[in-house]
């Protein structure tokens, strides 16, 4: 009896980390990124071998398909759920060797696989165990419908955390990516590196403005500022840009300053474009010269030498990166598609 129950929840166990590991793969197979795998890793080196996809279709989804037969045999009494699963189990635990020596071979691992095979190459080695002292489970509906409902959450968790996290296509800087995590669901972020005195972010934002007024409701927008040194009123406006945000009118400031005469963007001329904004000239001098406004711009530096930012303007569309000036077409594009992939 002992021998018996050891060796059917030592079954179980196998099939549900067999399982989770599948289904964590199925997900990184068919997004467009990965989600749980390194990019570039042992799972990407792996995915682009002949095994990867036999007859078309992803491995992970025959791994987890073969791995829910062998769990749901384990459960069944009789000589034929005994055959069935030690010939599952068998053929299982040969393509698990022979996957294991494949990554070997490519002197690369994958983490998720080598949970999988590892596990197969066990449950092979149980189910024999099963198939020669004829055990099967102990009778019972609870002892039948727990474990399924166990294997059934087992392949279900990983999928829905899967499929509801976002999957970042090539290499998106953390800094992006703590942006984007912070958009609410059903929003495409985009998040714009400026310096109000470079022509090509004035040129830009000419374009960019339109489509962020047509898909409002649609786009998180955040802009950082990069003033450059060689720009003398560059700082000036950028402090007054984060000023009129801080004081509630930060998308009317920053066109205000694009718009405005460049030699009109001194601390005398912000003052007197946030004055024809309705601001209160007390408090948008206070904000000027708090050390927090100043301390924000250099956050948004770092951010953007962070970001591997080169030029300006540069311009992320969720994991997209457009750099340089844009026309509105470009950015139409890769707003729309961002949409699209929502």
Not at 14 to 29: G, I, K, M, P, T
Not at 86 to 98: F, H, Q, S
Request: proline letters at 6%; hydrophobic letters at 45%.
């Amino acid at each position: 009896m002992a021998v018996k129950r050891a060796v059917h929840w030592l079954t179980l166990v196998f099939v549900a980390a067999a399982l989770v590991a599948s289904a964590v793969l199925l997900v990184d197979y068919v997004r467009p990124a990965p989600v749980f795998c390194e990019a570039g890793g042992g799972c990407s080196k792996v995915k682009e071998t002949i095994f990867a996809r036999p007859f078309g279709i992803p491995l992970p989804a025959i791994g987890l398909l073969g791995t829910l037969a062998i769990g749901f045999a384990a459960l069944l009494p009789g000589k034929r759920a005994r055959t069935a699963q030690l010939g599952m189990a068998a053929v299982g635990g040969v393509v698990a060797a022979i996957l294991l020596i494949v990554q070997a071979r490519i002197h690369t691992l994958c983490p998720y696989c080598a949970v999988v095979d590892g596990s197969s190459i066990v449950l092979a080695g149980l189910s024999a165990v099963r198939f020669k002292q004829a055990l099967d489970p102990v009778p019972g509906t609870a002892r039948f419908w727990g474990p399924v409902v166990g294997l059934v959450a087992a392949v279900a968790a990983p999928l829905l955390v899967g499929f509801s996290r976002r999957a970042y296509a090539g290499d998106v800087p953390p800094s992006i990516v703590k942006e984007i995590e912070q958009t609410e669901r059903g929003k495409v972020t985009v998040v714009d590196f400026v310096d109000f005195e470079c022509p090509f972010c004035r040129q830009t934002n000419a374009e960019l403005e339109p489509l962020l007024e047509e898909h409002r409701s649609r786009i998180r927008f955040v802009r950082k500022h990069v003033p450059l040194r060689m720009h003398p009123h560059a700082l000036d406006a950028a402090k007054a840009a984060c000023c009129g945000e801080k004081l509630g009118k930060g998308d009317q400031m920053a066109n205000t300053l694009f718009s405005a005469p460049v030699e009109e963007l001194t601390p005398e001329g912000c003052e007197k474009l946030a004055e024809k904004l309705g601001l209160d000239v007390n408090e948008f001098r206070k904000c000027v010269s708090d050390p927090t406004t100043t301390e924000r711009i250099e956050a948004d530096k770092a951010a953007f030498k962070a970001a591997k930012g080169h030029g300006l303007p540069t311009i992320w569309v969720d994991d997209q990166k457009l750099e340089g000036a844009q026309d509105r077409d470009e950015l139409k594009t890769a707003i729309d598609g961002a949409i699209r992939r929502l």
